[in-house]
């Protein structure tokens, strides 16, 4: 079973126009094989896509965070990460790292879609004042 653990939220305030990264750390050795994604979830709203990366490095963003956020893999260290700069109030939620199996997820479910995933982490909190 594939694990997955998010850090860098902090649980912490930072404030607009600021920086923070995040990282999803994986049990075993599968983002060479499998999509990474992040999702966010604000209080009242749906789980939303932020950012995918696939295999050979391609990577899709939402168009809200399009040129202020990145998304990279370490796969040395099983890691997938999320460069957020310029954030702004309106990023704040608990992000999601999540990884898809291609063999254990409906090929036809879009990879912008939580039901395109079939791991996710416990999530993380970000929070940004203004």
């Known amino acids: 079973q594939v694990q997955l653990v998010e850090s860098g939220g902090g649980g912490g305030l930072v404030q607009a126009g600021g920086s923070l990264r995040l990282s999803c750390a994986a049990s075993g050795d599968i983002f060479r094989e499998y999509t990474a994604g992040w999702f966010r979830q604000a209080p009242g709203k749906e789980r939303e896509f932020v950012a995918r990366i696939w295999r050979g490095g391609m990577a899709d963003y939402a168009d809200s965070v399009k040129d202020r956020f990145t998304i990279s893999i370490d796969n040395a260290k099983n890691t997938v990460y999320l460069q957020m700069n310029s954030l702004k109030p309106e990023d704040s939620a608990v992000y999601f790292c999540?990884?898809?199996?291609?063999?254990?997820?409906?090929?036809?479910?879009?990879?912008?879609?939580?039901?395109?995933?079939?791991?996710w982490g416990q999530g993380t909190q970000v929070t940004v004042s203004s």
């Open positions: 999540a990884a898809r199996d291609p063999f254990r997820t409906n090929p036809d479910s879009s990879l912008r879609s939580p039901q395109g995933y079939t791991y």
